[in-house]
Nanobody, 129 residues
Framework: QVQLVASGGGSVQAGGSLTLSCERS???????????MAWFRQAPGKEREGVAT???????TYSESVKGRFTISRDNAKNIAYLQMSTLNPEDTALYYC????????????????????WGQGTQVTVSS
């Protein structure tokens, strides 16, 4: 497992932008680049939803609901993953979590929370209309 610290949430108006960060912390015995990183979100009363993922080589996958508006990236030297969110709308309001996995994930499995062994604490994103 890896320790993750998420930050960057906040309140914005519709159409606005936010960037979330997920930093690995603590003493680790594995390389950050070995982890597939992902962002999930969970709105009240809804299941946790996979938003985007990036593997160690920088290959990305997005959910249809955020494609074209969100960008996931990572800086392996700094042990940080990012989620740049633009053109936000009220439906994006949720608690956002970052997650890490050492598994090789497919197009079908990347959005399953069960595939991830490490989670950061949630960071709240609230979009008002």
């Amino acid at each position: 497992q890896v320790q993750l610290v998420a930050s960057g949430g906040g309140s914005v108006q519709a159409g606005g932008s936010l960037t979330l960060s997920c930093e690995r912390s603590g003493i680790e015995y594995s390389h950050f680049r070995d982890y597939c990183m992902a962002w999930f979100r969970q709105a009240p009363g809804k299941e946790r939803e996979g938003v985007a993922t990036i593997d160690g080589n920088g290959r990305t996958t997005y959910s249809e609901s955020v494609k074209g508006r969100f960008t996931i990236s990572r800086d392996n030297a700094k042990n940080i993953a990012y989620l740049q969110m633009s053109t936000l709308n009220p439906e994006d309001t949720a608690l956002y979590y970052c997650a890490a996995s050492l598994f090789v994930l497919s197009a079908d499995s990347w959005s399953s929370p069960e595939e991830y062994t490490s989670w950061g604490q949630g960071t709240q994103v609230t979009v008002s209309s």
